[in-house]
Every structure is written in C-alpha cells, then in structure tokens.
C-alpha cells in the first residue's frame, strides 16, 4: 500500500519559513520523481517544484529563488525548504510521487496547509 504523509505546514508570518517534509512507503522511490504540488482556495492545483531520482530539480517562475526541494533517499522522505513565504504561497500543499516506469501510475498525499499571514 503507497502513502505519502505531509507535515510540517502551518501559519506563518510574510517573509518567514517553513520546511514541508513528505514521507513516502509503498513504493520505491528511486523510481519516482517526487513533487510538491498546491491548490489556493478557487484556483486549480499547480505545480511547485520536482526532483528525480537523479537531483534534477525543476520550480515553477513564482516560487524560483524561494523554495528549495531535495530529498534523503535513506528515510524516503522528500522535503520543501520554503524561505521568503508570501501571502500568495497560502494555499494546500500536496507531495505526489509520479512513476518513471508506468505511464499515469501516481500518488498523492492528503495535503498540508501552509498559511502565510500577518
């Protein structure tokens, strides 16, 4: 059974940070390219940042400069590093483990809020 578990979200205040982490079991994960996704309230999912099984890491224009994505192959565990937090990073953050070998096959966690607010 594949579970992705987020934590680590929260309220924080404009330009702080805050470090997501995403524990991966079920799948083995240097056959996956791990991302962190989110979705604002109204607005559809997006991507924030990938990395595979290599290190090779990719962010969205918006979060460049700010976030930080990596992972311990040791603990399977993938983390955001979220530095410089805006209003506009609030949102539900969510890890998803995406297959390299099948086609479509990809997993979602349940989701972190991270709240960015005076």
């Known amino acids: 059974q594949v579970q992705l578990v987020e934590s680590g979200g929260g309220l924080v205040q404009p330009g702080g940070s805050l470090r997501l982490s995403c524990a991966a079991s079920g799948i083995i994960f240097r056959f996956y390219v791990m991302g962190w996704y989110r979705q604002a309230p109204g607005k559809q999912r997006e991507l924030v940042a990938t990395i595979t099984s290599g290190d090779i890491t990719n962010y969205a224009t918006s979060v460049q400069g700010r976030f930080t994505i990596s992972k311990d192959n040791a603990k399977n565990t993938v983390y955001l590093q979220m530095n410089s937090l805006k209003p506009e990073d609030t949102a539900v953050y969510y890890c998803?483990?995406?297959?390299?070998?099948?086609?479509?096959?990809?997993?979602w966690g349940q989701g972190t809020q991270v709240t960015v607010s005076s």
């Open positions: 998803n483990a995406n297959s390299v070998l099948h086609a479509g096959r990809s997993y």
